[in-house]
């Protein structure tokens, strides 16, 4: 959880960040930009695993926030 609130975490933004990747895209749809963001709240490719955790938490209607995934 720390890894991902501080966004050192292997994604692709922070690997480019410390010069271990060529690119801070995201692998799965092609984003400039694979951040913590990006792969918790708007990667198509895991619409799928979003919606399940929203109906799990009773939150419907509305887009997951951080927040919501990553509380303090």
Known sequence: ?????SGHIGL???LYNIHC???PACPNCSHPNE??????IRC???RNERETLQR???ISGTMLTAK???PK
């Open 68 to 70: 919501q995934i990553l």
């Open 35 to 40: 951040s913590v963001h990006h792969y918790l």
């Open 12 to 14: 692709n933004r922070h």
């Open 44 to 46: 198509p490719t895991f």
């Open 56 to 58: 799990s938490m009773g």
């Open 21 to 23: 990747v060529d690119s």
């Open 1 to 5: 959880l720390m890894q991902l609130r």
